[in-house]
């Protein structure tokens, strides 16, 4: 007999083999077989946090750093708060920082970035979140006022998603666009390696409409833009690769699992691509749930999808990413992250933290 040393989690896969010992050489061992613990069709809500906890404001993504969550808030209230998340059952928030990290903020070491809205001048600064319970800004905030040569003067940039490529070389990436000026879009490069002085080191590449989302799979760069659809681009070489149209584009986020990019359209359905050759972007699958699609999180087999409308969490079997198969619908939120057996999500419009069992003992 065999027991296992610790408790399964979901996408857990187990292996195994039997021979007969009796006397003498033991017999030919079978062939052999296995077991996987699947996420439940019924998900069970067991913590969560609103405004009666403190926690006020539109949530719309978070990171996880050990035990907290560092959640970003959006639409009147730009602020990043953070919530100890060590008992699942009983969140609790911890403090709150001045601005946020945006809809799908990613940790770098011990750092975050926060776009900050000047009301006439938008900014992005360096928060050091080594300590998530004491955030602090590191250094001096950089304006994205910013003459990109197209003779227009100094423009005031708004931004959304970042990538930081610096281990490419190429700093922190934003995609930006001007409110103002429509043509003037695409990805700037910004050069934090001096905290107190960072500088906008120009524009890493221009695009024909606004972007949004940037993700980055090897030494390859994705980037969703609103009214067209997905771009593949070289992160070292800026090279633009390929680019794959998606009709009525919304505002997309991008999520990569393996060779796949699941491409959320606030305006449409889930758009699955294989990127496995970033020149030649192609079709996969469409997942069309009847209304638009917000962010996606991969966790093993498993994609977890909101709906842009109703504020429902999907999720999807992609075992085989051109027939996923539903597992679950119905809950309440987007899923920012998968842990072990729990997910981690927000409720935009009800201004909610949650934190879901995806193995409830039931």
């Given at each position: ?8 989690i979901?996408?857990?896969a187990?292996f ?5 010992v ?8 079978s062939?052999s077989?296995?077991v996987e ?12 946090l609103?405004?009666s ?10 990171a ?23 008992d ?15 809809q799908?903020?990613?940790?770098t070491?011990?750092?975050?970035y ?9 900014s ?5 979140v ?27 940039y ?21 409110q103002d000026?429509?043509?003037?879009a ?12 960072p500088?906008v080191d ?24 609103r009214?067209?659809?997905?771009q593949?681009?070289?992160l070292?070489g ?24 699941f491409?959320?359209n ?9 990127i ?10 469409t997942?069309?749930?009847g ?14 999808t909101?709906?842009?409308t ?5 999720i999807?079997?992609?075992r ?6 539903l ?27 949650t934190?879901?069992?995806?193995l409830?003992?039931?």
């Amino acid at each position: 007999q065999y027991e296992i040393p610790a408790g399964l989690i979901i996408c857990d896969a187990r292996f195994w083999r039997v021979r007969a010992v009796k006397t003498g050489e033991p017999g030919p061992w079978s062939e052999s077989r296995s077991v996987e613990i699947a996420v439940s069709s019924s998900p069970k809500l067991i913590g969560q946090l609103d405004s009666s906890d403190g926690f006020t404001g539109n949530p719309i993504g978070m990171a996880i750093k050990g035990n907290y969550a560092i959640v970003g808030h959006t639409s009147g209230v730009d602020q990043m708060s953070v919530v100890n998340i060590s008992d699942p059952g009983n969140p609790t928030l911890v403090t709150t920082f001045e601005h946020s990290p945006g809809q799908k903020p990613k940790l770098t070491g011990d750092y975050l970035y926060c776009y900050v809205d000047g009301g006439t001048e938008e900014s992005i600064i360096k928060v050091d979140v080594s300590d998530p319970e004491n955030p602090v800004q590191v250094g001096n905030p950089c304006s994205l006022k910013f003459d990109p040569g197209l003779g227009s003067g100094t423009l005031d940039y708004n931004a959304n998603i970042y990538l930081d490529n610096s281990g490419g070389g190429s700093g922190l990436l934003v995609a930006v666009y001007d409110q103002d000026t429509p043509t003037s879009a695409g990805i700037m490069q910004i050069d934090f390696s001096d905290h107190f002085t960072p500088v906008v080191d120009g524009m890493f590449m221009t695009t024909d409409d606004q972007p949004f989302a940037i993700e980055q799979a090897a030494t390859t760069g994705l980037v969703s833009i609103r009214g067209e659809g997905v771009q593949s681009f070289s992160l070292i070489g800026q090279d633009v690769s390929d680019s794959y149209g998606i009709e009525n584009m919304g505002f997309g986020h991008i999520e990569i699992g393996g060779n796949y990019a699941f491409v959320s359209n606030m305006d449409g359905p889930l758009t699955i691509l294989d990127i496995s050759n970033p020149s030649s972007l192609s079709l996969v699958y469409t997942y069309d749930p009847g209304e638009g699609t917000g962010p996606s999180t991969v966790f093993g087999n498993y994609l977890f999808t909101g709906l842009a409308t109703s504020q429902k969490f999907t999720i999807l079997d992609i075992r085989d990413p051109s027939a996923p198969v539903l597992v679950s619908e119905g809950n309440m939120g987007w899923i920012a992250t998968v842990i072990g057996n729990y997910a981690y999500g927000v409720e935009w419009t009800t201004g909610k933290f949650t934190i879901w069992d995806l193995l409830p003992e039931d």
